[in-house]
């Protein structure tokens, strides 16, 4: 049973916007939300981690809306160097599992 | 660099074989956990030690297992290896919980022929 569902895959160009969604219908009471980024034949990086409304750091933005059933990656102004595979993973404390999504394949374009 | 590492880089090996990969956390972490990659695929938790005990368990096949030792480095034992083991295995280290924030290592890239 999948726990979280994502776009398979996204284009952009440089300088734009780009949201990614990520549903989690499951969600637990103590569960948080968070993205990681991945560059081919490496491991995955932390982005940022929410619980609830809006989260900002440096590099993204988080979006969780009062439901927490899904939740949006806000990336602003995506470069060349964004281009990357997009998780979200949400932990499942009851039963002690991490479910990361499919993740989201972004290609940015010049 | 994430602080984490691990060794080997690449291993190649034949199937029926075993395998053993080491994983060093940062320092300071107690927290360990496994995923394995195939190619183009997502990924998929094995396994987590806390401070040398099992701590969650994920899609962990019973050919597989894994132990934390008191120095907190982590092994993770592969045997009677089969075609479709080959993956990339990467580990992970956090201060402790679950929602912490994980430090993945440069992965090992197993071939299996």
């Known amino acids: 049973l999948a726990k979280t569902t994502q776009p398979i895959s996204m284009d952009s160009y440089e300088g734009q916007e780009v949201n990614i969604t990520c549903s989690h219908n499951?969600?637990?009471?103590?569960?948080?939300i968070t993205w990681y980024q991945q560059f081919p034949s490496q491991g995955p990086r932390f982005i940022i981690q929410g619980y609830k409304t809006k989260v900002t750091n440096e590099v993204a933005s988080l979006f969780i809306p009062a439901d927490r059933k899904s939740s949006t990656l806000s990336l602003p102004r995506v470069s060349l160097s964004d281009t990357a595979v997009y998780y979200c993973?949400?932990?499942?404390?009851?039963?002690?599992?991490?479910?990361f999504g499919s993740g989201t394949k972004l290609n940015v374009k010049p | 660099d994430s602080g984490v590492t691990q060794t080997p880089k690449h291993l190649i090996t034949a199937t029926g074989q075993r395998v053993t990969l080491r994983c060093s956390p940062r320092s300071g972490d107690l927290s360990v956990y496994w995923y394995q990659q195939s190619l183009d695929q997502g990924l998929q938790f094995l396994i987590q030690y806390y401070n040398g005990e099992e701590r969650a368990k994920g899609n962990i096949l019973e050919r597989f297992s894994a132990q934390q030792f008191p120095d907190l480095h982590s092994e993770l034992n592969l045997s009677s290896l089969e075609l479709g083991d080959s993956a990339l295995y990467f580990c992970a280290s956090s201060v402790g919980t679950l929602q912490d924030e994980q430090f993945f290592g440069p992965g090992t890239r197993l071939t299996v022929l």
């Open positions: 499951n969600i637990a009471t103590n569960d948080y």
């Open positions: 993973l949400v932990g499942e404390n009851n039963f002690n599992k991490f479910y």
